[in-house]
Nanobody, 123 residues
Framework: QVQLVESGGGLVQAGASLRLSCAAS????????MGWFRQAPGREREFVAT????????YYADSVKGRFTISRDNAKNTAYLQMDALKPDDTAVYYC????????????????WGQGTQITVSS
């Protein structure tokens, strides 16, 4: 049974940091690219970051570049999203996802999804 379980969300003030974790099980984690997406109320789900299977390459949305860092630990079957200098505009539900074939910002290419974790950034 495939599972992606996000954790680490919460309510923080602008300028704070959070680290999200995504624990994976039920599939060969190191064979999949991992991505983070987010969805704010009334908005479509949007790409945040993605990391290649072995962690050698990562790509970011312009809105988070320089503030967020995606990483992974294949020995622990876990992906991370370090979020620094958080802004109220970062408020959203954050999802991790797994893509077997493509390192991409397109959500439709990701086969597996977590249930999401809420991040709320107050001003």
């Amino acid at each position: 049974q495939v599972q992606l379980v996000e954790s680490g969300g919460g309510l923080v003030q602008a300028g704070a940091s959070l680290r999200l974790s995504c624990a994976a099980s039920g599939f060969p984690f190191s064979n999949y690219h991992m991505g983070w997406f987010r969805q704010a109320p009334g908005r479509e789900r949007e790409f945040v970051a993605t990391i290649e299977r072995l962690g050698f390459s990562a790509y970011y949305a312009d809105s988070v570049k320089g503030r967020f860092t995606i990483s992974r630990d294949n020995a622990k079957n876990t992906a991370y999203l370090q979020m620094d200098a958080l802004k109220p505009d970062d408020t959203a539900v954050y999802y991790c996802a797994a893509s077997r074939d493509l390192l991409t910002a397109q959500s439709s290419q990701y086969e597996y999804w977590g249930q999401g974790t809420q991040i709320t950034v107050s001003s």
